[in-house]
């Protein structure tokens, strides 16, 4: 796998910040993750030689975080926190909202590659509960309804 | 983008940039920015520790640890480089105060993190925030940016001859990497397992480096203790509890917010008045005073003084200052549930306490709130908590156990009603659990 430019830009940068070239791993997969959406085997080979470890050795370490994946997803990730702080403003009761619109459970996808649907843990967004993520955008104050819009206007947005 | 709540009765320090434009870097040195750091450069390292200690400022992350004798930890010759790590992996469920520092006040994180290092002699600070913290990232790496166009940061910043250097750091996802251990394994580009202290990471940290760790908001408290003196701080609150906290309230309450009251106001206020009681003029059943890891209080047992003394005294801990509130509509059984799922799941499974206590406590819950359960299910999950507590490297073991072992000490009534194949009584038409 070849970087982009913006991916060879920040890894430059980003190999200066410490004394261990290791250290740029976490958030280099997030980025490379961000821009092909997965953590590809070529992504692994890639950075693995960069950063001076073994394949495995970074496999290891993206087993560990919860947002990273080896393999693709829908475009548009609805993330719904279920936590308690979500809980108990009716946060499970949105999760099941989503789940029978969408057609699809935790951590699937639509077959159209258009939707994927996961329940999270706490995003930090516990005083606007309930409240869901939309690939990296905070949606809070969450109800039916707006799941439903958002819903509605990612279908129209991506038939045109 | 969260949005700004207040009451009469707060007290803001750390929250009085909030909503006025401070992110623009012209804007914060109009509001008084960066003149504590000069200050700080002007000043013995000694007497930056010594006014940070007479603060009474205390970790704001959840451990409530003395922040000047943190700080006063830190070896002054060291062969190997010291760093000053800001701990942004804001995870503890019920907490979501650091993330609107970084969004009002960033600026504010970096003068704390730069008088941080000064003050114990590092040259080198790092941010870390947690990786759904994307917007916010780009907030800090753009006001770090400004900052060293202008100088602030850098070489020989403000002629003193110190140089200094900040870096944004992203997580990925890992409620654990919050403890302080595990963050630094994170930011050296591995999984986020805790690491076993002694040596603590004032003398062995980041890269075998004496490293300074501290919580977003106690960084941030750093730049107005310094420019008001460390006795105004402490007398905003009470003894041993210096200064305001950001109380992040979510639940069951008519008024949710981020609101910073002083240390030691009274928690049931904090409930009926700052947060406008309990939705809907329903009846408290419980409120857990300091994110999920803490034990849960009973109505009976709130009327006491918010802060680390009074919290401990009234049943529990003051945590990270994130109010859970629980109507009485809510099962317990359910509440429960869903807190084990989280700790299991966010358990990294090198200790087996926590990895084996946490899967049990969930698997028990789930059939246990299924109708499924027996009588000696309630003794067991009892039994794996007493277990896990104080067996685990971090304290993810015991973030998971304390609040269980509350939840059967206070409710056990409840956890009995759901026995001999009962429906719970919370739910409208029985189903299984959702899990």
Known sequence: MKFSDQLEQRFASMVTHYPTRRSVLVPMLLYIQDEIGAITDEAIHEIAQRVELSELEVRNVISYYSMMRTHPIGKYNFQICTNVSCLLRGGDDLFEHCRKKLGVGHKESTPDGLFHLEEVECIGACSWAPAMMLNYEFVENLTPAKIDELIEGIKKKEQQ | MAYLVSHPDEVKVVSKRFGLGATNLDR????????????????????????????????????????????????????????????????????????????????????????????????????????????????????????????????????????????????????????????????????????????????????????????????ASVPHIILNGGQWFADLGTPRNGG?????????????????????????????????????????????????????????????????????KAGSMMGSSAVIVLDDQMCIVKFALRVMKFYQHESCGWCIPCREGTDWLKKTLIRFHSGGGVMKDIDNMKYLADNMLGRTFCPLGDAAAMPMQSYIEKFR???????????????????????
Not at chain 2, 414 to 435: I, Q, R, T
């Open chain 2, 28 to 219: 914060y040195l109009e509001l008084d920015g960066y003149k504590a750091l000069q200050k700080a450069l002007g000043m013995q390292p000694d007497a930056i520790i010594a006014e940070v200690k007479a603060s009474n400022l205390r970790g704001r992350g959840g451990a409530g640890f003395p922040t000047g004798m943190k700080w006063s930890f830190v070896p002054k010759q060291s062969a190997k480089p010291k760093y000053v790590l800001c701990n942004g992996d804001e995870s503890e469920p019920g907490t979501c105060k650091d993330r609107l520092i970084f969004e009002h006040d960033p600026h504010s994180i970096i003068e704390g993190v730069m008088i941080a290092a000064v003050a114990v002699g590092a040259k080198t600070g790092y941010i870390y925030l947690r990786g759904e913290y994307r917007y916010l990232i780009h907030i800090m790496e753009k006001a770090v940016a400004d900052a060293y166009a202008r100088g602030f940061i850098g070489k020989n910043i403000f002629g003193s001859g110190v140089d200094l250097d900040i870096y944004i750091h992203s997580g990925a996802g890992a409620y654990e990497v919050g403890e302080e251990s595990a963050l630094m394994e994170s930011l050296e580009g591995k999984r986020g397992v805790p690491r076993i202290r002694p040596p603590f990471p004032a003398v062995v940290g980041l890269w075998g480096g004496p490293t300074v760790i501290n919580n977003v908001e106690t960084l």
């Open chain 2, 413 to 435: 009534p409840e956890f009995e009603a759901h026995l001999d194949g009962k429906p719970c009584p919370f739910e409208k038409v029985a189903e299984a659990a959702v899990v």
């Open chain 2, 244 to 312: 305001t906290h950001l109380v992040s309230i979510s639940g069951n309450v008519e008024r949710p917010g981020v609101y910073e009251l002083a240390l030691g106001y009274n928690f049931k206020k904090v409930i009926y008045e700052v947060a406008g009681g309990i939705q809907g003029g329903r009846k408290l059943k419980g409120v857990v005073p300091g994110g999920s890891s803490v034990p849960i209080l009973l109505p009976e047992e709130i009327d006491a003084p918010f802060d680390y003394e009074g919290m401990v």
